[in-house]
Every structure is written in C-alpha cells, then in structure tokens.
C-alpha cells in the first residue's frame, strides 16, 4: 500500500482527469467543471504536501519505480507547484471561457491532463517517462492554445507552437537516441555514471541535442520564436498554464538532466562543460526578452516576452548549480514558485480587466483602471512589482536567492548582468502602473469592463496571499526548496 | 547490416527531415518531415538495441512510436483548423501576427 | 581538447553541407520550369483527368481514421504484454486492464460526443 501513497499526487490527478472527462461526456451542462477541476488539483497539491510532511524516505517501495518514476522530495515539490499552478488556471478558465463565450468543459480535462504529464516529466529518472511526461503535458498546451477555434490568432499560435514544440520534441529524443548509443543507458542516473568516466564524441553530440531541445520547452533565446505568438493567440487562462506549469516543467526536466545525467564535476567545470552554454543561454534570453518586451503594445504580449525573460533569470540560477548544486537549485526551485504565483496573478489581473468578449490587451485599455476599479488594479500592481522585483514580495526573494547563488559561485558578471536587466524590466511593468494610475482614457475610447466572478476573485486572492507570503517570511519556503534540491538522498 | 551503415540512414534520415521542415510549406508536409526526424531517432534506438543487447532501445521505439502518433493527430487537427478557414493549409496563411 | 569536440564539428558541418547541397541541386535539377497544359494536367494512367483538383473530403472520414489510428496504435502496448503472458502474471494482468480501461474511458468520451455516429 506504501507504493500507493508515495504515488499518491500523480494518482489523484490521473483519477481526478479520468472522472472530470466521464462527467463532462455524461452531464448536460458543464458548470461546475472548472470548480471540479481546481479542486482536484489543489488536492493534489494538498497530498503532495502530505507526502512531503510523512516524509517520503520512510516509504521503501517508492525507490522500486526507479528509474522510471524518481519520488524524491525534488519531485514532490514540483507536484506541489504545478497542481498550484494548474489550480490556478483553472480558476482563471472558470471566469474567463463564460465571460467570452467559450465554455466548454474539455478545457478543465486539458488541464488536469497536461498537469498530470508535467508531474510525470518532474519525477522522471529516465528517457521514457521523461518523454511520455513531456508529450502529455505538450499535447494539452497545444489543444489549449488552439481552443478559440473562430480565432485566427489561436490557430496561428498553436501552429507554431506545435511545430517548433514537436521538432523540439524530435531532437530531444534524437538526443537521448545518441546518448544511449553512447552509454547503453536510457535512465538520467546510467547515463551520468558513464559519462563520468569516458567523454565520447556520440555522448557530446547527444548532450548538445538534449539541451537545444529542452531549451526550446523552456522558451530561451534563440530558441523562443513560437513563444510570444502562442502566448498572444491562446485563451489567457491556457496562458497562464503554459506560462506556469509548462515552464515548470520543462525546468524540472532541465535540472534533472544537468544536475543527474550531467552532473559530474567534469561536466560542471567551466572549461569543458554545459555552463558557459546556459550562461549564454541565460545572457541572451534575459537581455533580449528585456528589450523586446519594451516595445510591445500589448500588455498581453508584454507578459509573454516577460515569462521569457524570467527563464533568463531562472537560467542564471541554473549556471550557477556548477558550485554548489543545492544551494543554487533551491534558488532556481524557489525562483520558479515565486514566478508562478507571480505570473498567475499578473495574467489573473489581465483576465478580471475584462468582460463580456471585450478583453483588456492594450495599454490603452487600462488607463484609468486605478480610479474606475481600485481593487483591481491595487491587485495588478502587486504582481507587477513581484515580477519587477520590488521588496516585500515573492519576486524579491526570488531574484536575490538567484543572484546570490550566482555571486557565491563566482559568476559575479553574470549576476551584475541579471541586476541591469531586473532594472530595464522594471520599466515596462511600472508603465502598466502608470496608465492605471496616471492616465485617463481618451474620450469615447471604448473601456474593458471588469467581470464579475467569484472564480478569478478566488485565484487572485490566492496568488496575492503566496505573493506576500513568500515576500514577507520567504525562510520557511527556502527551507522546502533547499530539501528538494537535495538530489539523491531520496 | 552493419551498426555504422544504420546510423548513417539514421542521420540522413533526420538531415532530410530537416530540409523538409525547412523546405516544404504544406503543413502535411511538414507534419511528414518531423516524423521522418522521429523516425530518425527510433532507427537509432533500435540499431543500438541489437547492438548493446536488451529490450531496452525497443521500449524506447514502442512508446516513441505510440507518442508521436498522438503528436500527428493533434498536428493534423490544428492543420483541419486553419484548412477549414482558408480552404487551404499552407503556413504562410498562418502569419497575422507581427513579431 | 579541441580534438575532443572535433566530431562534433564534422557532424554540424556535415548537416549543413547536406542541407546547402539539397538546396543548391533543387535549383540546378528541378529549376528548369517550363510549363505547359499538358505537363500542368495531374497524371492519371495517360487517360483524362476528370474533377477539379481539390477534393473535398467529409471531416468525418478524417475524424474517424485519427480516432482509428490513435486506438490502434494502443494496441502496440497490447502485443509484448500477450506474448509473455505467464511470465508477467496477475501483476501484468492487472496493469494491462488498467491501461485498458483508461482507453475504454476515453472510448465513452468519444462516443458520448457523438464522434462516432456517421449519420448526423
């Protein structure tokens, strides 16, 4: 029965999906189904919890699914975070597709199920999960985006979202193919010990692949040409999920990689392994991401180029696991949560500034927002600044534990690089706040009403709790992050 | 046939899907090349199976095949999407947005 | 060092000189387009085309060979687990039949939608 319970997130999910798919085939009409589909997924995160709490070392049988399924403490928090994640899209979606007039229930099952896949993907120890995870969560992300089926935009979005997501997808496993040609090994950890002692043509090349194509899930530059699009033609809510849990995920997935399967010192060193590509990797998507992100017109837009800018920072985090592994993981795991909660609420925010099949995308839309609907854009100015960085929120905490990971790792450059571009980034969250605030729409200008609805009220209300939580007494949190980034003693 | 004469198709195969993906505009078209490049990789899965011995290289082709299946369906759904509005599927069609 | 990574380069080049080669001997092989109404006309056996070139398909016929394909393939899963049937036991047993059920959920899912009926 321990195998069960240590199962247990992935199972509750799983069933969760299966129920919420029978009952949107059987029942007549589908509300409910969004407040089915948070539920479930917050229990999740609620089990995963509890797993945690009971401590998953104290159940043996949880290591007789390795290498396919990795229940460590890593894989528990990222349970926890991506049912938080989707719970929260959820929400969104329950507001959102009835305001616009799209309310069909299958979106609550996309989520659930590509939820399922990411939590699969986060605890996979080997190519095969690590790709059916992969493929479940990408799927869902794909049907989401393309869920407007009247909007060009959407289609648009998904198709290059599924094009350059399924190449992606076929260099990952090319990569794998090549590195088990190398080692004999499809499991992250045969692959590590092999490529510890002997370094092989066929092992580079297969590294060099399985990076490129996790750097495409992870949205960096170069690799980001389908990101902004997707994120601009989906439905917000499908927005939200790509944002939050699919980056998760695909970052779950990079640190198992690099921290496993790359892990040995002579894959760590400067000279002769993966970091100076991530810093790179790092250097380009923050920089790039920043001042594109200025230009744009569309706050919606605007946000995409920023979730792109925040896997710049996250990245840099990921450099720094070169010194000292747990220390900067749990940077990058607490980066990832602050962001989440972060995202969600910013992309909330947006959602709740419009109604009835008007959406608020402009700038221009929001102006005047902080005299007409002060509680809306008091909350959409918490998350701004959690994602500027600014003090006492998540977001703070989030860019300082990254930074400092990179200072104690001797990357002081790249740290210095990561403080400039937080400031340039600053600038385009604060115009937000200036058009709420200080500027009025012009007249006759139609304005984007905020809707009504108790689900969004709830996912905003919930993401501003973890936002000044993480921000005011962020010690407990890193407390957490720094036990799960405490690979392989689970 | 030898393991290096496999890999070598395996490469070619992969090259060739490539300059499809980049070449080729009819969506079904690319739909085409990226499965020759996952196709590509199982080839060298199962070259190196028989190779190394085991089952495992197989496992990895079975599940590969099975995921890229589902793949091409949601990717032949989204190309029926932008068919039924423009009466055709072309990639160009799907270029509104500015970068 | 530098020898280490040399493989790599050679690959990387090769791609490239591949993929310039495909695109350089398109041109020179299948550049010289000099149309006319007779090499225009689709092909049929020598006899004379009839229709228009597009043919409309029902989305039924392409909804239900996806569904077939994506049910068909499952059973490739189905296969190993027959052949070693005995060695694999009750514990097999009880896994096959849960993969199959989730299948046979989604199967209600799709006929519930109505994915199914070909008379609508």
């Given amino acids: 029965m321990n195998i069960a319970l240590a199962l247990s997130p992935l199972l509750v999910v799983a069933l969760g999906a299966l129920l919420l798919m029978l009952a949107e085939a059987f029942s007549p009409r589908q ?71 799209i309310e069909r229930g299958e979106f609550y099952v996309l989520i659930l199920f590509a939820t399922l896949g990411a939590m699969i993907l986060a605890s996979s120890g080997d190519a095969v999960t690590l790709f059916l995870g992969l493929e479940t969560m990408s799927l869902g992300a794909y049907a989401m985006t393309a869920f407007r089926r009247a909007s060009p935009r959407a289609a648009e979005g998904a198709l290059k979202y599924f094009l350059l997501g399924s190449f992606a997808a076929a260099i990952l496993i090319y990569g794998f193919a090549l590195l088990y040609g190398a080692t004999g090994h499809t499991d992250l950890a045969g692959i590590g010990a092999t490529a510890a002692t002997a370094r092989t043509p066929l092992l580079v090349v297969g590294a060099v692949l399985v990076i490129v194509g996790v750097a495409f899930k992870v949205s960096a530059v170069p690799f980001h040409a389908w990101t902004p699009d997707a994120y601009e033609g989906a439905p917000t809510p499908a927005t939200t999920f790509m944002a939050v849990a699919v980056k998760a995920g695909a970052f779950a997935l990079l640190l198992r990689v690099l921290l496993i399967a790359l892990g040995d010192a002579s894959w760590t ?55 000292d592994p747990t220390q900067a993981g749990a940077s990058v795991l607490f980066y990832l949560l602050s962001y989440t909660v972060s995202t969600a609420g910013a992309f909330g925010a947006l959602i709740l500034c419009g109604s009835h099949g008007r959406e608020a995308v402009s700038y221009e839309d929001l102006s005047g927002l902080g005299r007409r609907h002060p509680a ?62 200080m500027r009025e729409p012009a007249a006759g200008a139609p304005v984007a009403l905020p809707m009504r609805s108790g689900y969004v009220t709830a996912a905003l209300l919930v993401s501003a709790l973890f936002v000044l939580a993480l921000g005011l007494v962020p010690t407990r949190a890193i407390e957490v992050a720094v036990r799960a980034a405490t690979l392989g003693a689970g | ?16 899907g490539l300059y499809g993906l980049l070449a080729r505009r009819q969506i079904v078209a690319i739909l085409l090349s990226i499965e020759l490049m996952a196709n590509a990789a199982n080839l060298v899965f199962v070259a190196f199976g028989h190779y190394r011995g085991g089952a495992l290289g197989q496992v990895f082709a079975v599940f590969s095949i099975a995921l890229t299946v589902a793949e091409v369906a949601v990717g032949l759904a989204l190309a029926m999407l932008l068919y039924r509005r423009h009466g055709d599927s072309r990639v160009e069609l799907a270029s509104e947005m500015k970068r | 060092m530098i020898a280490t990574y040399a493989p790599l380069f050679m690959l990387l080049f090769f791609a ?26 689709p092909f049929e056996c020598g006899s004379e085309s009839s ?70």
């Fill in chain 1, 376 to 437: 809306a854009a008091l909350a959409f100015s918490l998350f701004l600044l959690s994602l500027a960085g600014i003090p006492p929120t998540a977001g703070f905490f989030g860019k300082w534990f990254v930074f400092k990971a990179a200072i104690d790792g001797g990357l002081y450059w790249l740290a210095i690089l990561g403080f400039v571009n937080s400031v340039i980034g600053a600038y385009y969250y604060l115009r937000v706040m200036v058009y709420m605030y």
């Fill in chain 1, 269 to 323: 060193s400067w000279a002769a392994g993966w970091p100076p590509v991530v810093a790179t990797l790092a250097v380009l998507t923050m920089t790039v991401a920043n001042l594109i992100a200025g230009r744009q017109e569309s706050v919606k837009r605007m946000l995409a180029y920023s979730s792109i800018a925040h896997a710049g920072y996250a990245l840099v985090g990921v450099t720094a696991l070169m010194r």
């Fill in chain 3, 16 to 41: 490239a000189f591949l993929a310039s080669v495909f695109y350089v001997a398109a041109t020179f092989l299948g550049g010289q387009k000099k149309p006319n109404p007779g090499k225009q006309a």
């Fill in chain 1, 31 to 101: 509300g409910g189904l969004a407040l089915g589909a948070a539920t479930v997924l917050f229990v999740g995160a609620a089990v995963a919890g509890g797993v945690w709490m009971y401590g998953i070392e104290r159940l043996p049988e949880a290591a007789s699914l390795a290498p396919w399924l990795l229940l460590d403490r890593f894989g528990l928090f990222f349970d926890m975070l991506l049912c938080l994640g989707g719970g929260l899209a959820a929400l969104l979606a329950g507001g959102y597709l009835v305001e616009h007039g």
């Fill in chain 2, 1 to 16: 046939m030898s393991l290096a004469s496999c890999l070598l198709l395996a490469a070619a195969l992969f090259c060739v």
């Fill in chain 3, 51 to 120: 229709g228009g070139r597009h043919l409309k398909l029902s989305v039924k016929f392409y909804l239900t060979a996806i569904l077939f394909v994506v049910f068909d393939i499952e059973a490739v899963f189905v296969y190993p687990w027959a052949i070693h049937f005995r060695a694999l036991g009750w514990l097999g047993l009880a896994e096959m039949l849960g993969f199959l059920a989730v299948l046979v959920v989604a199967l209600v899912y799709v006929w519930r939608k109505g994915a199914l009926e070909w008379e609508t």
